[in-house]
């Protein structure tokens, strides 16, 4: 075969046809640059391109080959020629088509297992139960807490209380699913039957002990009883009272990777539609689906308890594979579906060799958006959900309303005394906000100590106030702001 010499029969059935290179290329799913080479002898299509050009060209494999039209009958030793022609082409492109389907394929081979053992790796937060995490103090003065023999590993993290710059510690358990299977354990070495105790620190440092998250409680302010307070478990006290309830506010970060990931899916999608016919329809089908496939992941992996992260790191792993799933099926899919049946359409081979970049590409992606979640994790808000310290009703009742270190009363609003009457609302009310933000309402940023004076004062006050707002929502220190609420609409 001479490339010179059927790249330029190929240029010349190009012009007969009045097609441009780009048309072309457009026509067989292949770059521009790609018909360049052909028509210039700089390389030379492969089999299934060739069989493309052959019937957008109008000409059999073997007049490409051979680089001219045959009007008359063949003889032997030219047959002989183009047989030879036709297996040294095969030939060389099987070996290329061999050998880059095995780069890749060991390339995706090495990426899908590597997810697998990073999901096999990767922890499962446990729920609280009696009996799963204790916490005792020893005669030395030093916390110890045992753990359940289905504990794997915990996370524990110290938090220094901006209202009373005491420790407290919250406790989380979890499980892997490679130490399930292979019966091994983060949390050391440890007699049979009994349970692992590890230290948390010294008594006279942390102040209290809680299991991060617990349980659902029942709701004690008024303004919303739709649903529960999900709170930590007390698991140790120094003073041994139970008069604050630590409240987790969901991490909502997923919400808004499905809201993003669905946005940027549409309009790809929407590229798509409009140039579906070109080269680029494939990098837009790509586009589309990847961004789908990670909000359909989410929805999946987090079906009924979006509103319960409260560690998004857990879901990280399981996520990113689940998507890679997804993406590698429904592009095979969608790509047959449309392409499938159409006569110019896509080549037999094509997506076969390009399984391998599929599962690259779309495991780098993948792995850069996870890369960003930690990144935002790391120096921003975090993954990790915020606690709330509120004292119960009971001991508002018995001791009044705590005051923060700036002298604010703080606490649950509408509550009444043993004789029935109203208690005087503290300074920050608690509250729930924007996105579910769980935090402290200062009525000094309403109008609840407004007091007009004159009616026509209250009219005019009444007409000019916005008929919505937004005011922030404090940590208890009245100080930290931690989301908003909206007041009015």
Known sequence: MDAVKTGRFIAELRHERGLTQQQLAERLYVSFKAVSRWETGRGTPDLDNLEALSRELEVSVVELLNGERIEEPVTLTDAEILSRDVVSVMRGHLKQSITRSAVFGLIAGMISIALVAVWLTSSNAIPFYEGLVEVENSESGILLASFDESVTGFEIDYETDSNTGEVIAYISCYSKIWDTITGTTDLGWHAPDVRPTL?????DTVASVYYYPGYVQEKTAPFDSRTGWYVNALLYARDGSDAFLSIVQPRRVYDRLIVGSAAVGGVMLVLFLLLRKRRLAYLLLMGTLLPLCLALSIVIVLWGKLDQVFNASFYFSEIALLTLVLFFCTYVIAARVIYGKEAEGLPAGLLARQLGILVCTASALVAVACAACIAY????????SRTVLVPTPEYVLEQGYPLNASGQTYGPGGLSDSNGEMIKEPDLVLAQGEDGAIGYLSL??????????SP????TYTESKPSEEYVPLYDRDGKTVIGTFRIGG
Not at 199 to 203: D, E, H, L, R
Not at 444 to 453: A, G, L, M, N
Not at 456 to 459: G, M
């Open 199 to 203: 230290a948390i620190g010294s008594k």
């Open 456 to 459: 026509e004062e209250a009219v």
């Open 377 to 384: 994790a790391r120096w921003g808000e975090g993954f990790r």
């Open 444 to 453: 000094y940023d309403t109008d609840y100590y407004y007091v007009p004076s």
